[in-house]
């Protein structure tokens, strides 16, 4: 910390040494993100401390939050009139960090080589085609597959499928819990 002034009941005005230690960061290759706490000790000027945040995010090119612990200066950290980029205050640093987090993962999502739609040589499009548009020629609106062509279309993408069979209802039979259909 670096004495900058005194204030009246002769007692050091601290301000921190925000340009030093964030400019050090930004430099540092390891250093992905930085979260700023400051504590206030009743002695100092919030928004001078805000300012001074302000101004070294700005230049330190690297993602900060800032957690402002004991004072109300967090509006001079995000206030629009202020020409240098807002930083993001939380109301404890644990807040901070889990945002810098969350952010660094979407980064790194977003980062990532767009994908590809694979497609298989297995697939027989003009079959599923057929299973579709002859489905949709007897229900217009759509609706379950009978199972025969349920297999096929599904058969047409190369998706294994077991033999079934479909047995007809007894009509006018009753089944009795664990007994056989009809006598």
């Known amino acids: 910390m670096e004495e900058s002034s005194q204030h009246d009941d002769h007692l050091p005005v601290i301000a921190p040494p925000v340009a030093g230690s964030l400019g050090f960061a930004s430099q540092c290759a390891e250093v992905d993100a930085v979260v700023v706490i400051h504590a206030a000790l009743g002695v100092g000027e919030p928004a001078a401390v805000a300012a001074a945040i302000r101004r070294s995010a700005a230049a330190a090119g690297i993602p900060v939050a800032a957690a402002l612990l004991g004072t109300d200066a967090g509006g001079a950290l995000t206030d629009p009139a202020v020409s240098f980029p807002a930083v993001p205050v939380y109301e404890f640093p644990e807040a901070a960090v889990r945002a810098i987090g969350h952010a660094a993962r979407h980064a790194a999502w977003v980062r990532r080589p767009p994908g590809t739609v694979p497609w298989w ?63």
């Open 121 to 183: 040589s297995d697939v027989d499009l003009a079959a599923a085609r057929t299973v579709v548009a002859a489905a949709l020629g007897t229900e217009p609106a759509g609706g379950w597959l009978p199972a025969e062509q349920a297999a096929s279309l599904v058969g047409a993408f190369g998706i294994p499928v077991c033999r079934t069979h479909v047995g007809a209802v007894a009509v006018g039979q009753r089944r009795e819990p664990g007994g056989p259909v009809g006598e």
